[in-house]
């Protein structure tokens, strides 16, 4: 085990079984959505983000544990405001940020959040690269 997976291990230790399982299946979710992400584990501000590159300005998304639920969000979540979101998994009104809440393990293996995981990686590695 790596010390990366080591500390989001300890990380997840820390909250329900049924929470921890939910992160871990967002994580690989993520892994074959966007298999370039690079994870990092920011537990100080309880998340764990995913980039194009090392900077801390080339996040677009998270996983975020809470205690009844676990928030998958985007950074440039505002792009996604006019993509179909049949589900309506999205949440959030502000100009960037959107989130979702997942409350159960189906939930995370559900096609429509793999597809708006993809849209949102899409919208942020294009604002990106406007940048």
């Known amino acids: 085990m790596s010390g990366q997976e080591a500390a989001i291990a300890v990380f997840l230790a820390g909250y329900p079984p049924e929470i921890a399982a939910i992160c871990q299946q967002l994580r690989a979710l993520v892994a074959r959505v966007a298999p370039d992400a690079r994870e990092v584990l920011v537990a100080r501000q309880n998340h764990i983000a995913y980039a194009v590159s090392d900077r801390l300005s080339?996040?677009?998304?998270?996983?975020?544990?809470?205690?009844a639920?676990?928030?998958?969000?985007?950074?440039?979540?505002?792009?996604?405001?006019d993509l179909p979101d049949a589900a309506?998994?999205?949440?959030?009104?502000?100009?960037?940020?959107?989130?979702v809440k997942v409350r159960t393990l189906a939930q995370a293996e559900a096609p429509a959040l793999a597809w708006l995981l993809a849209a949102g990686w899409a919208a942020g590695a294009a604002a990106l690269?406007?940048?």
């Open 69 to 81: 639920w676990v928030r998958l969000g985007f950074y440039y979540g505002g792009a996604l405001d």
């Open 129 to 131: 690269a406007r940048r």
């Open 88 to 99: 309506g998994l999205l949440e959030g009104e502000g100009k960037r940020l959107r989130h």
């Open 58 to 67: 080339a996040r677009i998304a998270y996983i975020c544990p809470l205690r």
